[in-house]
Structures are given as structure tokens and as C-alpha cells.
């Protein structure tokens, strides 16, 4: 029993170890946040259209628009976010690939950059809002530009995707859930 | 991201990426009411930034920590309370805008880990006392040991014991 | 090729650590005697090559020679020659060798000064510091070469992050690594003794003086560290406790109850086996702060270019430096003899309540800091900890832990008396009772729990100075005797009364600057005058100026109470030459009573500036107190009978009994 006792300081190394290993995985971000709003519907927001051929995204359009029914993706992206510049060729892929539309929201962006940021780089959205004060921004509980939320078919939020998206990305994690979600 | 990360300096000193100055609070953001700036700078005080995550965003200079700030401003002067404010948030970001975890069951350990180390050490520490009060009644020793004894103590005696250092002060 | 120099001195340096990591070691346990004399001059050519690697290096910065990666990533040539020396530690490189170089001396101090160690003890001892040193040089030259070369050579470098181009960097890196390296010698010795079976009240005196000066050396760097970021962060705060602030936390909380234990081992033969467990932890702390901020696993330091190579290196270490001395614990360390008995109220008895709360206060720090990535690697989320949870347990923990620092010297070995301790702290308890109705009464506005802090920082310092009164019976015996009494005690007697005061001072410190902290923000034109507290602020102009490596924006503050001028404050914003973000210099007033501490912000566009006043009541008293810590820790450094090469024990026992 005595000899256990100095056991002890080993056996709490031990259990630290597999956490610190387990934390140095290189595909764990450490700076990641669980979104809750996972599991839950998407919160209710308004946002008004960015360009004048396109109308804008309100959450009502998930419930009983034209949304309704569908698994869609919502992109907030800005004109002055350099990773969304390398994000941008990849967002066709979902509507191309995965047959699902892609809303678009221009967080914290002046109007004339987001267009003109849509209009060099081409536009891969379905509908495009803009949210200039951050505030539907806040209501997703994004922490930067670009975020991916996949939405399913009830209108509820079921994946978070912080930063760019990739190809790999989209066949490895998306496109299994959207498989599912589609089920 | 400001200051907080010349804090490294405490073991590293890495380049603070992007460190800026400290402007966190900007007076454009305060309330004329300063019972409600109080509060909001109470609440403000206890939400981690979500971007320089070291940070509180009263201190932060990211731009979404003013837009919280600002936020928590209009629902205080709305009206709101503060655990609505806090609900408000923890609401869109998580417990993790909360530098004080919230007591629940994946936090448990974290709050009753010290206390309960604290009674658990304590606890051992009695039963030494105890285990060693049993060794003090031990028979008395016998007369080889008693000489073997006096001979150490003549021999510490005249080495100078550290004991008889004046460093004892009950006297 | 001054460059490659550095770079072969370095692998130089790892072969003679090899050999004196295994050589001695093995003539220790075949009892050869010129095997184990390998030791030192090892120990000394190690010292000499990293000195070498080390001049290299800083070489290399201060003529700016940008073909050598880690100087074009953390230098310009623009920067003032401090900055360029200083430069060469302020990155993770070259802070490696820097704790790399420390190590070294450590064991060259030891290898020179350690005649009066047992041959045995002193190989072992030398053997396992050049093991560390193995692990670390070879971590440097595989994953973290400070001797990079970059081709081609770029033509400017990147210049020095502006927030650690001060004097700070000069001085608190160096003397937080002495710290943590210190520690590492009281660790060679524990294990030594470990494979030795015996710990002693010689092996207790020999450790001492390194836990000492580590401690000391910790406690500086830690005092320097926060007055760093109290001046430089600009809004006034002295602890975060962010998870990098925590690194350099613990193993100052282990030393401090090692630098005790160790006592009792050293006066009544008990408490070997934990004293041998602090040994460890203490560097165990420091290796874990080492992984902790160079790894990555933690959001605080995610800012920093990871490398997950990196990470695992340290780990392997950490698993087999701290691994492998916990194992050789488990084994060796039940044979340890328990020694003197004592009673629960002695002075051993409060070393042990001061062992206990101590270690649960480091371990509640430890918790803390890990638990957010302990959660979110088994799948639980992300939650964050921050001060309020340290509020809620640290300081209830620690508390009654200064409380009782006051009492315990009074307490007589193996059986005290506390009734008639307390009966002796009279004094102190009505110092305490006044101090806490004068401070309910002069801030009634203050948290209670101001009063409280105040009242226990009282309690200790009066507590502290009357156990010094009683030591050299003042006025209760003529002056002379006093006065001789005075002179004639134990060095080590008055570093304790200091570091307790010291303590005593600084928590007063920190609860006046945490209570009573006064606040102001608001736009300013030039020429206008704001009214903060008692004091009034006009600013007088701000000034666009050159100053070597920076461009500044002066603001000039006139600083008036009741009319009259109290001081001129000059807070600046700097723009410095490559990194793109201004960073502001905040300007300081200070009295023993407050600081008052004023920040210049960004301007509104319309001729207005933003402007930040602090009153920070006391805040002196923190690093004041620390200092005074510090100054204890020397004075009982110098303690004749503790020095590393100490004359014989009875001698100094002559000297003490006559005192």
C-alpha cells in the first residue's frame, strides 16, 4: 500500500502524456471553438441583398421559402479576407459536386468591395445578402471570415466549417454529410 | 491581438504576431450612464475574445471584440440583465466566451479538483501524523541502542548540531 | 564563418555532454575514482564550447547578419545595439541556447565550487545535469538550429517585435531562465541521491543554496516580468493569469515549498521522500512549461509558427527525463528512512501545512491551465479559465496559507506551543485589527475583500518583525545587547524575515491596486484639462518626433493637484520601422501611495486624442515586495554556513551558538 502511494506521481505523468499527445495531433486546431449552434435551428436574421440581380437571404426563406426542404450552405466571406480569395474557386464545387446552393453573406464588407470582390472572382451564389454591421455575423457566432455552416433540410445547423475550405475538405467532410443529410 | 502576447516573454518571447497597442475601450463606445458602463464593463470584463483568445474583450483591439462590446452596451440599455447579456452570448459562442467556467458536469473536476485534493492531501497528512504517533510508542530501546544513542548525541554534540542553531526561536 | 563556429562549438559541446552524462555515472557505480573525476572537466569544456556557440551568435545579430536565419527573422540592422544583443534571446532559438547555456554554467559552478561534495554524489549529480543538456542540444541542432543560414542572404531583417524592443528583455529572460535551470540542479541532486538510497541533513544542506538561488533568481524574474507588462501592455495590469503567465507560476510555488521541506530534512531528518518528489517537480514544472509554451497544444502561444516536430521532441523528453525520475521515485524512494518524530503543532508541523497548501495551490494552477485542452481532447468542448476561477480557488487557498506564515517561525521544533505563540503575536493582532477598521473606514466604497488582503498582508509583516524583535529581544534588554543580538544572527534568519516581509508587502500591494484601481478613458484636445481623482491632467501638446528606430507621437500631460504641478507625464504611440502596427509607451508617476499612469491612444481625426488615466493605489508595494523577497534570498545566499563551498559545519555552529 505504501509503495503504491509513490506510484503515484507516475501514474498522473502517465495520464497527462496521452492528453499532451493527444493534444499535439497536427489536424487539432487548438484555437477551434465548438459552435452551439450545432443541432439547433438557424438563428433568425435578415440580410439584405447585395447586388441588384439577386435577392437577398432571410431565415424565413428556410422554413417555408424556397430553401425549404433543401441542404444549403451559408458562406460568410468578405472582400478583404485574403484566405477567402483562396476559398472562392472552391465554393462552385458544392453546388457543382454536391448539388446543394450556396448562400452568401458579405460580413463586414462595404457594398461596392463585396460586389466588385464577386464580379473579379466570379459569383457561386445562389443568393447573396450583405451583413455590413456583423451583426448576423455575431448571431452565427463566426470569430472570422471565411466560415461554412451546413444547414439540413429542416433548417437546422449541422456542421461548422471555421476558415477556407479545400477540396479534401469538401470530399472528406462534406460531402459524406451532405450524403446523409440527403438520406 | 494586443498585449496579451508580450506575456509570453515569461518563457519564450516569440514574435507577438500583430501585437498593437493597448485601446481597448474606446470612449466613442461608452455609455453616458455610468452605472450601466459600470456593469458593461463588469460583463465585458469576464467574456474571452474569440479571436485573440488570451484575451478579455475589454482589453482586446479585435474588431469583433468592440462589436461585442458595443452589443452588450445596447442590450444593457435595453434593458437586459447581465446573466441575460452573458445567456445572450454563451448563446452564440459557447462556454468558451465565459473566463468563468460555468459549474456543470464536464466542469466539475475543475471546480472540486482543488478542494478536493486539498481534503485528500489533508487527510494523508493526518493519517502520518497518526502512523508516526503509533511509531513514537514503539518499546523503549534497549540498552545497546541507548549506548549507540548517547554515542551519536556526544558526537553531534561536539560537531555542533544544526539543532542548536539559534534559528529556533521558541525559547 | 564566425556563424559556423557557433554551430561546431555546439555539436562539441554535445559530444562532451555525452561523455559526461555516462562516463562519471558508470565510475560512480564501479567506484572508480578518475572516471568519476571526467566529470568535471567536462562539465567546464561543455560550459566553454556553448559560451563559444553563445558568442556566435550574438555575433551574428549585432552585426546583423541576415544569411543567418533566426537574426533576419528577429532583427533590423536599424535597431539600437541593446536590442540587437537582446534580440538574440527574444525568439525560441535563441532562447534555447541561452537555457542551454545557463545549464552549462550551472554545471561548471558545481564541476568548479563542488569540492566539499561526497566524489559520488558530485559525478551523479554532473552526469544527470548533462543529460538535460544531451536532450535540449540535441532538440536545438534537430528541430530549432539558431545557426540557420538562409540563401540567398535577404538585405534587411524583420525587425524585433516593437513590444520586446525594452530594457525588460534584457534582464527578465535571463533571470526567469536562471530560474528555471536552477532548478534543474536541486533535480540532479534528488536523483542523484535517489541512486545513492540516502538523503541526509548533508545532502539537504548541499541542494540548498541551488533551490535557493533559483528560487531567488525565479522570483526576480517573475517580479521583472510583470512590472514589464504592467508598464508595457498600457492599461495598468500586473497578472493574467494566462496559461504562459502560469508556466512561470508553478515551479516558483514548487521551489517555495522545496526551499521549506528541505529545511525540515535538514533539521529533523523527515520528510525525505517528498522533499526528493519536490526536487523533481520543481524542474518537472519547468520542462512542462517549456512543452506547454514551445508546443503549441495551448491557445495562448497559438500565435507561434508551429511545428509539431517540435512539440514531440519535447514531449519525448519530458516523458523521459520526468518519466524516468518518477519510475526510478517509485522505486527507490520507499527505501528512504523516515526520521524524527514530531508533533502536528511544531515548526515542522507548518512546514507540512505550508507543503500542503502549497502543492494544492499548484496543482489548482495546474488544472486551470490544462483542463480546457484535457476537455476538449476527450471530446468535451471548449471552456475557458480565467482569473475568477483563480480567484475562487487560488486565493482561497493561499490565504490561510500567508496567514499562517506568521505563526509557524514562532512554533519551536518537534513540539510547539501555540497558545503561547499567538500570546507573542499579540502585537500583531492588534496591528491587523487597525489596520482592517482603518481601511473599512477610509474606502468604504472598496470590495470587502480589499479589507481582508489589507488585513493579512498587516497580519504577516507585523507578525514577521515581531519574530525578529523576539530573536534579538528588543526592549526587553538594553539596546546594545539588541543591537549585537541583531548583528550576530544567522544570515539565513534574516532572509526569511525578509522574504516573509517581502510578501507581506507585496500582497498589500496587490490588493490596494486590485480594489481601489481608478479608471479614466475619454477624447482629448490639446489644452484641455481633465479632472481624475485628485489629481488634474492638461494636455499640453502632442509631438510628432524621429527617435532612432521608431517614429513616436509625444503627448506631454501636466500632471496638477490643488493647482500646483505634481509631474509631467509623456506617454507615447510608436510606429516602428517594419511591423505594421502601432504600439503605445505608457507614462508612469509613481509614489509609494499610487502610480499615476496615463496612455495616449489613437487620434479621433477631428484634433482629439484618445486618452487612458490610471491611479493604481500601492501597485509599487508588488514589485517592492518581490524585491525585498529577492534581497532575502541573497542575504541568505550569502549565509556563510550555506555556500556551496562552505568551510565545515562545526565551525559555523561555533559561530551560531555564540550568536
Redo the contacts between chains.
Keep these: 500500500m505504501?509503495?503504491l502511494i509513490?506510484?503515484l506521481?507516475?501514474v498522473v505523468?502517465?495520464a497527462?502524456?496521452v492528453?499532451?499527445?493527444?493534444?499535439?495531433?497536427?489536424s487539432?486546431d487548438?484555437?477551434?471553438?465548438?459552435?452551439?449552434?450545432i443541432g439547433k435551428a438557424l438563428?433568425t436574421f435578415s440580410a439584405p441583398a447585395l447586388l441588384a440581380d439577386k435577392p437577398g437571404i432571410d431565415s424565413r426563406d428556410f422554413a417555408d421559402g424556397d430553401l425549404r426542404g433543401k441542404v444549403v450552405a451559408v458562406n460568410f466571406f468578405a472582400s478583404w479576407c485574403l484566405p477567402c480569395r483562396a476559398e472562392h474557386p472552391v465554393l462552385k464545387q458544392l453546388t457543382s459536386e454536391l448539388g446543394i446552393p450556396v448562400i452568401g453573406i458579405a460580413y463586414?464588407d462595404k457594398k461596392d468591395a463585396a460586389a466588385g470582390f464577386l464580379a473579379e472572382m466570379g459569383n457561386p451564389y445562389l443568393r447573396v445578402g450583405t451583413d455590413e454591421?456583423?451583426?448576423i455575423?455575431?448571431?452565427?457566432?463566426i470569430?472570422?471570415v471565411p466560415e461554412t455552416f451546413i444547414i439540413d433540410k429542416q433548417g437546422i445547423v449541422r456542421h461548422r466549417i471555421g476558415g477556407p475550405l479545400n477540396p479534401q475538405l469538401i470530399d472528406e467532410e462534406i460531402a459524406p454529410l451532405v450524403r446523409e443529410l440527403n438520406k | 491581438m494586443s498585449g496579451r502576447r508580450i506575456l509570453a516573454a515569461f518563457l519564450l518571447l516569440l514574435p507577438l504576431l500583430a501585437a498593437g497597442p493597448a485601446m481597448a475601450v474606446r470612449p466613442d463606445e461608452m455609455l453616458s450612464d455610468p452605472a450601466l458602463e459600470a456593469r458593461a464593463r463588469a460583463i465585458s470584463k469576464d467574456i474571452r475574445c474569440v479571436v485573440c483568445q488570451s484575451e478579455n474583450i475589454d482589453d482586446s483591439d479585435a474588431d469583433i471584440a468592440h462589436d461585442l462590446r458595443v452589443l452588450i452596451r445596447e442590450q444593457l440599455a435595453a434593458g437586459k440583465s447581465d446573466q441575460q447579456v452573458r445567456d445572450f452570448l454563451v448563446a452564440r459562442y459557447g462556454d468558451f466566451v465565459l473566463l468563468k467556467p460555468p459549474f456543470k458536469m464536464k466542469t466539475l473536476l475543475l471546480w472540486a479538483g482543488p478542494f478536493a485534493m486539498l481534503l485528500i492531501a489533508g487527510g494523508g497528512i493526518l493519517l502520518f501524523y497518526r502512523r508516526r504517533r503509533d511509531t513514537v510508542e514503539a518499546p523503549p530501546l534497549s540498552a545497546d541502542e541507548r549506548a549507540k544513542l548517547d554515542a551519536f548525541m556526544a558526537e553531534n554534540e561536539n560537531t555542533g548540531s544544526s539543532n542548536s542553531d539559534s534559528e529556533g526561536t521558541a525559547r | 564563418m564566425i556563424t559556423e563556429i557557433g554551430h561546431y562549438a555546439l555539436v562539441l559541446a554535445l559530444i562532451l555532454a555525452v561523455a559526461q552524462a555516462t562516463l562519471p555515472l558508470i565510475g560512480a557505480q564501479r567506484g572508480s575514482r578518475p572516471w568519476m573525476a571526467l566529470a568535471q572537466p567536462t562539465a567546464i569544456g561543455q560550459f566553454g564550447f556553448l559560451g563559444l556557440s553563445f558568442l556566435a551568435l550574438i555575433h551574428a545579430y549585432v552585426v546583423s547578419d541576415f544569411s543567418v536565419a533566426a537574426v533576419y527573422e528577429n532583427s533590423h540592422s536599424a535597431q539600437p545595439l541593446i536590442y540587437r544583443i537582446a534580440g538574440a534571446w527574444g525568439n525560441h532559438e535563441g532562447s534555447l541556447l541561452l537555457w542551454v547555456l545557463i545549464l552549462a554554467l550551472f554545471g561548471a559552478l558545481l564541476a568548479l565550487f563542488g569540492d566539499n561534495l561526497p566524489p559520488r554524489l558530485r559525478a551523479r549529480a554532473l552526469s544527470v545535469q548533462a543529460m538535460i543538456s544531451v536532450g535540449f542540444l540535441l532538440f536545438m541542432l534537430f528541430t530549432s538550429n539558431p545557426f540557420a543560414r538562409l540563401d540567398p542572404a535577404p538585405l534587411e531583417g524583420r525587425e524585433l517585435n516593437p513590444l520586446l524592443q525594452d530594457p525588460g528583455l534584457a534582464t527578465h529572460p535571463p533571470m526567469l531562465y536562471i530560474g528555471y535551470v536552477g532548478l534543474s540542479m536541486a533535480f540532479s541532486f534528488a536523483i542523484a541521491a535517489l541512486i545513492d538510497g540516502k538523503v541526509d541533513a548533508a545532502w539537504a544542506r548541499w541542494v540548498r543554496p541551488w533551490t535557493l538561488l533559483a528560487w531567488t533568481t525565479l522570483t526576480a524574474g517573475i517580479v521583472l516580468g510583470s512590472h514589464w507588462a504592467y508598464y508595457e501592455l498600457g492599461w495598468g495590469g500586473w497578472w493574467y493569469w494566462d496559461p504562459v503567465e502560469n508556466a512561470s507560476f508553478m515551479p516558483w510555488l514548487i521551489a517555495t515549498a522545496l526551499l521549506h521541506s528541505a529545511i525540515v530534512v535538514e533539521k529533523r531528518d523527515a520528510l525525505k521522500a517528498w522533499t526528493i518528489l519536490l526536487a523533481i517537480l520543481g524542474f518537472a514544472f519547468s520542462m512542462l512549461g517549456t512543452f506547454l509554451v514551445r508546443s503549441g497544444v495551448i491557445t495562448s502561444v497559438h500565435a507561434f509558427a508551429q511545428d509539431p516536430a517540435r512539440g514531440l521532441f519535447i514531449l519525448a523528453l519530458l516523458t523521459v527525463a520526468i518519466g524516468g525520475s518518477f519510475v526510478l521515485f517509485a522505486w527507490r524512494a520507499p527505501i528512504l528512512k523516515a526520521g524524527g518524530m514530531f508533533a502536528p503543532i511544531s515548526r515542522e508541523g507548518a512546514m507540512v501545512i505550508n507543503n500542503l497548501l502549497l502543492a494544492t495551490a499548484t496543482a489548482t494552477v495546474l488544472l486551470g491551465t490544462l483542463y480546457p485542452l484535457i476537455l476538449s481532447v476527450s471530446g468535451g468542448g471548449t471552456v475557458s479559465v480565467g482569473t475568477p476561477y483563480y480567484n475562487a480557488t487560488f486565493v482561497p487557498l493561499t490565504l490561510p496559507l500567508v496567514a499562517l506564515t506568521a505563526i509557524g517561525p514562532f512554533l519551536g521544533w518537534k513540539r510547539g506551543d501555540l497558545p503561547a505563540a499567538m500570546q507573542r503575536l499579540t502585537f500583531a493582532f492588534i496591528a491587523t485589527f487597525i489596520a482592517a477598521v482603518l481601511t473599512w473606514w477610509w474606502r468604504t466604497d472598496g470590495p470587502l475583500l480589499a479589507v481582508l488582503g489589507i488585513a493579512i498582508g498587516v497580519w504577516l509583516l507585523a507578525g514577521t518583525l515581531l519574530e525578529w524583535a523576539g530573536r534579538v529581544k528588543l526592549f526587553r534588554t538594553d539596546l546594545a545587547t539588541s543591537w549585537s543580538r541583531a548583528v550576530n544572527l544567522p544570515r539565513a534568519a534574516y532572509g526569511m524575515t525578509l522574504a516573509h516581509a517581502g510578501l507581506a508587502i507585496a500582497i498589500i500591494g496587490m490588493t490596494g491596486a486590485s480594489a481601489w484601481k481608478v479608471e479614466h478613458i475619454q477624447v482629448m484636445h490639446v489644452g484641455e484639462t481633465v479632472e481624475v481623482g485628485d489629481y488634474a491632467y492638461r494636455l499640453d501638446n502632442v509631438q510628432t518626433l524621429p527617435v532612432e528606430n521608431y517614429l513616436a507621437e509625444r503627448a506631454t500631460f501636466t500632471v496638477l493637484q490643488d493647482g500646483k504641478t505634481v509631474t509631467t507625464l509623456q506617454p507615447e504611440r510608436r510606429q516602428y520601422l517594419v511591423q505594421p502596427m502601432p504600439t503605445t509607451e505608457s507614462a508612469v508617476h509613481t509614489t509609494w501611495k499610487q502610480d499615476l499612469y496615463a496612455v495616449i491612444g489613437e487620434p479621433d481625426g477631428k484634433g482629439g486624442w484618445t486618452v487612458r488615466f490610471y491611479h493604481e493605489p500601492l501597485v509599487i508595494w508588488i514589485w517592492g515586495g518581490g524585491f525585498v523577497m529577492v534581497f532575502g534570498g541573497l542575504i541568505s545566499l550569502s549565509d556563510r554556513r550555506y555556500r556551496v563551498g562552505a568551510p565545515s559545519r562545526a565551525l559555523a555552529a561555533i559561530r551560531a551558538a555564540r550568536a
Design positions: 505504501r509503495r509513490f506510484l506521481p507516475l505523468l502517465a497527462l502524456l492528453f499532451f499527445l493527444r493534444g499535439l495531433d497536427p487539432r487548438p484555437s477551434a471553438i465548438d459552435s452551439p449552434l438563428p463586414k454591421p456583423g451583426r455575423g455575431i448571431d452565427f457566432g470569430t472570422g
